[in-house]
């Protein structure tokens, strides 16, 4: 006769005492995001505050219209342009010296160590030592000049940590079977090793983007006369006192979202390709 199925066996109190711990961080980590989202539907007599006075996305219309306060549309358009280009900055900053790192050069661990200095030095210090050098230069800082500095002080470090630690554990037979093959050292790295990194190069381009969005401090005595949205949302804590606000935070919450799902699809993508090619050469072989 087959034995009865024993009983699952209890878990011990620690894996309740690690579970709750667990569920306060998430508690902790997205309640105040659930919190904004869920206010920013107020009616349009509703506050700051809870209980909700009517449900509408009455703000969310608000938000495109003109403010007496605050200038959104132009803050937005600022961060993302920012964004943009600290993205692909800190992409080919971090793949050509991930390439050059390969090989080892008189003063290197200098380089290396100046490179990722940058993140642990405060990040206030390094705005308002970028902001006072602009202005005994002479030159008025600006988010696309000054900004734009500060800001790549704080997402290439990240970039280039990940390069190298992709090329450390990185197959150099493949380079050598595809120079066994006929490849120019061109070829090698178009075909041979951007495609093999191309999940860390969508990683870094996401790391460039989100780092350089909702960056505050470094922007703070770098970004010149106009504000990027971070510096604008802080402005108008005080000013505004109407649910517009916490709309505007749940639609740039939402584009952050979009941003990592465009990234992870990026990477989804990559893999199917290279699934399909190996699948590809199978066959021919």
């Known amino acids: 006769m087959a034995k009865p ?75 993302v342009s920012l964004g943009l280009i600290v993205m692909v900055v800190t992409v080919l900053f971090s793949v050509a010296a991930g390439l050059g790192f390969r090989h080892r050069f008189r003063g290197s661990g200098v380089i290396f160590y100046i490179a990722v200095a940058s993140l642990i030095v405060p990040s206030i210090l390094v705005s308002l030592g970028i902001g006072l050098m602009f202005n005994i230069v002479g030159v008025e800082p600006n988010w696309f000049s000054s900004g734009l500095g500060a800001h790549l002080t704080w997402t290439l470090p990240f970039g280039l940590l990940i390069m190298f630690a992709i090329f450390n554990r990185f197959n150099r037979a493949y380079e050598e079977a595809a120079r066994d093959l006929g490849a120019t050292p061109w070829q090698t790295i178009r075909f041979v090793v951007l495609p093999i990194i191309a999940p860390s190069v969508i990683g870094i381009a996401l790391f460039g983007f989100t780092l350089s969005y909702d960056e505050f401090a470094r922007t703070l005595m770098t970004a010149g006369s106009f504000n990027t949205l971070p510096l604008e949302i802080y402005g108008m804590t005080t000013n505004v006192t109407t649910p517009v606000l916490y709309a505007l935070g749940t639609l740039t919450t939402a584009l952050s979202f979009l941003v990592i799902l465009a990234a992870l699809g990026g990477v989804l993508l990559v893999q199917r390709r290279r699934a399909r090619l190996g699948s590809d050469a199978g066959v021919g072989v």
């Open 5 to 79: 199925a024993k009983g699952r066996e209890p878990r011990p109190l620690s894996f309740y005492l690690l579970a709750a711990f667990f569920g306060l961080f998430v508690l902790f980590l997205y309640g105040p995001i659930a919190t904004i989202v869920i206010l920013s539907f107020q009616g349009p007599n509703g506050g700051l505050t809870f209980p909700m006075n009517g449900v509408s996305t009455h703000w969310f219309h608000n938000l495109f219209q003109q403010q007496a306060v605050g200038d959104f549309g132009g803050a937005l358009t600022r961060s």
